[in-house]
């Protein structure tokens, strides 16, 4: 028989791993239903409200590049969630967080914890619990975000109407052109003498700027949206075949940056990079007529940019993507793929 073996607390030794989550991720659990990590679960609150609920998992070499700042590592991996979150007109109420680390390095854990816990706050989205786990790697961060809508509220992917106009946010296929320049491509090469403008398209495939305050207009005018994240031209052939529609888009209303404009007049990429490109994690989102102007003027309240881009249509043909002219573009890749 095996006997019982009693161990007090003052014989009691934290793990490694409990070790780890006390020094770096305790300070960011600042939630009450979190119990400061000491608990295998947490509770978060409905308040009556629907739980939205997303996830999504960055991995080396996939996602990021080995290269890359642990904090920009860590705000990516959050906020590639929170833009989720954004595009269902919810407002952040909390993450849990998956960690597949090589090694326990203070040098690279420090600055990803502080770095969490400062987008935690910014966006009011404290850390609940998690996981961590040692990997020979490639290093994983796998994040679920929870957020908050009035019941039956949640924006999806279905509610797209003939005749709802196309607006995005921000502007299409910079973080595209970011990891072009990271790992030395055609744009790298052109903006050899422009530092500036290669490091803001940098920063933008490492830091994605996840549109949350547009989140309760999303909710209160839009019919359907979705983050923009695997590419513009595939997202919205995703949004389009959930509702069951198609869609006209002028390519020439697509808002771009003044490095990616310059890129594309000088022949650098085709504007198929762009459109298909991967991480602009901008909301995309179908509004009626008229409710247009009400969205654009919350844009632009917020200090943020909101373009309409084309208009939905009947039946489920292919989508057409227009040039100035009229003329279709016929795109050979529409969007980024994991696999």
């Known amino acids: 028989m095996t006997g019982l073996v009693i161990v007090t607390q003052d014989q009691y030794r934290a793990s490694p791993e409990d070790s780890l989550i006390a020094r770096y991720f305790k ?7 979190a119990f400061a990590l000491v608990d295998d679960a947490a509770v978060l609150s409905s308040s009556g409200d629907d739980i939205v609920v997303t996830t999504d998992a960055i991995v080396e070499g996939v996602h990021y590049l080995a290269s890359d700042p642990p904090d920009t590592i860590a705000r990516k991996a959050l906020r590639v969630n929170l833009s989720d979150l954004a595009a269902k007109g919810a407002v952040p109420a909390g ?4 960690l597949a680390l090589r090694a326990k390095e203070d040098g690279w854990l420090r600055p990803f914890a502080d770095a969490l816990g400062e987008d935690a706050m910014e966006f009011a989205c404290p850390l609940l619990g998690g996981d961590t786990v040692s990997t020979p790697g490639p290093q994983m961060i796998s994040i679920t975000a929870f957020g908050r809508v009035p019941k039956g ?6 509610g797209a109407r003939p ?11 910079d973080a595209a052109l970011g990891l072009d320049v990271l790992t030395g491509g055609a744009a790298a ?3 050899a003498t422009d530092p500036v403008a290669g490091q803001a398209l940098v920063s933008r495939y490492r830091v994605p700027q ?11 005018h839009a019919t359907a949206a979705m983050d923009v994240s695997d590419g ?12 069951g529609v198609s869609a006209t888009v002028d390519v020439t209303s697509v808002p771009l940056s003044a490095a990616a404009a310059s890129l594309i007049s000088r022949n650098v990429v085709c504007v198929e990079t762009l459109l298909a490109g991967g991480d ?8 009626p007529p008229a409710q247009v102007d009400a969205l654009l003027a919350a844009g632009r309240a917020a200090g943020l940019a909101v373009t309409a881009i084309g208009t939905i249509v009947a039946g489920q043909q292919r989508m057409r993507f227009l040039d100035g002219q009229g003329q279709e573009l016929v795109l050979k890749r529409l969007s980024y793929s994991h696999f």
């Open 210 to 220: 996840p549109r949350n305050v547009l989140a309760l207009a999303v909710r209160d």
């Open 232 to 243: 513009l031209a595939g997202d919205l052939v995703k949004l389009c075949a959930a509702s």
């Open 280 to 287: 602009d994690y901008e909301v995309l989102c179908t509004v």
């Open 27 to 33: 300070p960011l659990a600042t939630d009450p239903g």
């Open 153 to 158: 509220r949640m924006v999806g992917r279905t």
């Open 189 to 191: 090469a052109a903006l």
């Open 163 to 173: 005749g709802d106009r196309i607006l995005v946010t921000g502007t299409i296929g």
């Open 95 to 98: 993450f849990v967080l998956t």
